[in-house]
């Protein structure tokens, strides 16, 4: 494996036990600086793509190397961003426990973590801009508060490769441009991996997009043309280029 | 009060009340677990399931004496509720949207399995009575014993699993993604139920056991944001609603079991009605509270 590559699939199939495959032969490489979007309708197989690359599946078929290694190896290096609807908000915990958390594999037993894990907790909180939140519950968190707050979660864990499941639904337009940015700052130093339904904002931010329907292709995002969206979604699809002044409906 | 006066003339009254400390220190520290991972359903059947366990000891005693004699009832109802926890621990892992049927099955299935084997056994069981609704006022030493053995396990395991079971009610895939197994997890934790289980059984009873598991923790949670405190508060309210309502109906035609129940109630009902305590920070806020349904 190249040593620039944090993760690639090779050849891989996919097939839920009596149904037909939902991923077909698919070659994906992530590089260790890269921003991938990963786009597609849905039931076109994103979560099955991204639930390989975490090591929650085995492929039927081919081979997932995360840092070189089968990724069910390396999850804890990988650091999961799930749609903040996914955590139970009556859960009696405050955003910092929620963010210690990434530190579980490192601290594993007792009642509480130590001072060190506390302090990687809210250096990660303050990377993203919620160290202020450290006390709040999670129940009173806005959409963007908690996705954030999972963000932290992961970099906390030390994650050398972030890899987030639409981490825009629910939050409002204001909240997913600062998220946006946040992910743009922290790409510098880590590969970010990012699974969304809005075609526009991955071709707006991203560097490349990976566009899935049971098999995947790869695109810069500039190559992102309306055949390729309209061959993706089959049908008619607005794109919206951010890049430029006027906003341009294609 | 009368109460105290007799308290220490009468040393069964002394054991009652210390049965019903020890039942809070492992009922207030797993309760919040329960309510928490929304076991409150699981816990119940593990409790009338416990009675099949009864239900065996007795014949067991009655069949082979010489083997089963000497061996308290508690025994049985501990080996079945233990049981029972490990199963349905991987059946929460199986049996997909059918679940509560199934658990549904095995709640009156260990019921019926109880009665069918007290009702083999000859003679009349008045202590069946005392595994049911609780007995206070029988409690002994050997009781005590099993008591403080079992608070020992539950204190030592929550001490060592906290994080873990923290982890899992939180987010189980991001548990999984740290290494650690849902299904473990949740097994540890439906065996320390099923222990608590039988510590209250003296307390309250088998059958309203379930009402010290969820309700104080419950009343608690709506106090405080973090999990570590909901526990130690809910021991603290565990204890008190052993004591007080005990010391309230003493020398009354109320029996102090289900008063113990209903106390915890009325305490969870007020709760309900005062306004949940928010953090300061948030207090003056105007917000709706998205009510998220995990799929």
Not at chain 1, 79 to 101: E, K, R
Not at chain 1, 158 to 168: G, K, Q, R
Not at chain 2, 113 to 126: E, V
Not at chain 2, 260 to 270: C, D, E, G, N, T
């Amino acid at each position: 494996m190249h040593p620039s590559l944090a993760a690639s699939m090779r050849g891989v199939w996919f097939a839920y036990p009596a149904r037909s495959p939902c991923l077909q032969n698919v070659d994906l490489e992530i590089e260790s600086d890269d921003l991938l979007g990963i786009v597609g309708p849905n039931g076109s197989g994103k979560t099955t793509l991204l639930r390989l690359l975490l090591g929650l599946l085995e492929p039927t078929q081919g081979t997932v190397e995360v840092f070189g290694r089968p990724s069910r190896q390396v999850r804890t290096r990988i650091g999961y961003v799930p749609q903040h609807a996914y955590v139970d908000l009556s859960v009696p915990a405050t955003a910092l426990d929620v963010v210690l958390m990434g530190r579980l594999h490192r601290s594993p037993w007792g009642l509480r973590f130590g001072r060190k894990h506390r302090n990687h907790a809210l250096e990660a909180m303050r990377r993203v801009g919620v160290e202020d939140l450290a006390r709040r519950p999670l129940g009173e968190m806005s959409g963007g508060q908690r996705q954030r707050t999972l963000i932290a979660r992961a970099l906390a864990g030390e994650a050398e490769l972030l890899i987030l499941d639409e981490p825009t639904t629910g939050v409002d337009f204001h909240a997913e441009q600062e998220l946006m940015d946040l992910l743009l700052k922290l790409n510098r130093d880590i590969p970010i991996v990012m699974v969304s339904h809005d075609v526009s904002l991955v071709s707006a931010h991203f560097k490349r997009v990976a566009c899935v329907s049971r098999s995947v292709t790869i695109h810069p995002t500039q190559e992102l043309t309306p055949e390729r969206l309209a061959g993706l979604y089959g049908g008619a699809t607005a794109l919206v280029d951010h890049s430029r002044s006027e906003e341009q409906a294609l | 009060m009368q109460f105290f006066a007799d308290l220490t003339e009468n040393r069964f009254l002394v054991s009652g009340l210390a049965a019903g400390l020890m039942a809070s220190l492992a009922s207030g520290i797993v309760g919040p677990y329960v309510v928490t991972r929304r076991l409150v359903f699981l816990a119940g059947a593990i409790a009338h399931i416990a009675l099949g366990g009864i239900g065996a000891s007795i014949y067991l005693a009655y069949r082979w004496p010489e083997v089963f004699g000497s061996m308290d009832p508690l025994w049985g109802a501990t080996a079945a509720s233990v049981g029972s926890a490990i199963v349905l621990a991987w059946l929460g892992q199986r049996a997909g949207e059918r679940l509560d049927t199934v658990i549904g099955a095995l709640w009156s299935a260990g019921m019926a399995l109880g009665i069918l084997l007290i009702k083999l056994t000859p003679g009349y069981h008045s202590e069946l009575m005392s595994y049911l609704f609780g007995n206070l006022a029988l409690v002994h030493s050997d009781h005590l014993r099993l008591l403080g053995l079992l608070d020992a396990i539950v204190v030592l395991v929550v001490v060592l699993f906290h994080k873990r079971f923290l982890a899992v009610c939180l987010d189980e895939e991001q548990a999984r993604m740290q290494g650690y197994s849902v299904l473990a997890t949740d097994t540890v934790l439906l065996v320390l139920i099923a222990l608590t289980v039988i510590t209250l059984t003296q307390v309250v009873g088998l059958i309203l056991v379930i009402a010290m598991l969820s309700l104080p923790a419950a009343t608690v949670a709506r106090l405080t944001p973090r999990l570590i405190w909901v526990v130690v508060g809910s021991v603290g309210l565990c204890s008190l609603l052993v004591t007080v309502p005990r010391i309230a109906v003493y020398g009354s035609p109320i029996s102090p079991e289900p008063a113990i129940v209903l106390s915890a109630v009325a305490v969870y009902l007020v709760s309900l009605v005062v306004p949940r305590v928010r953090s300061r920070r948030t207090a003056g806020e105007t917000r709706s509270r998205p009510k998220i349904q995990r799929t």
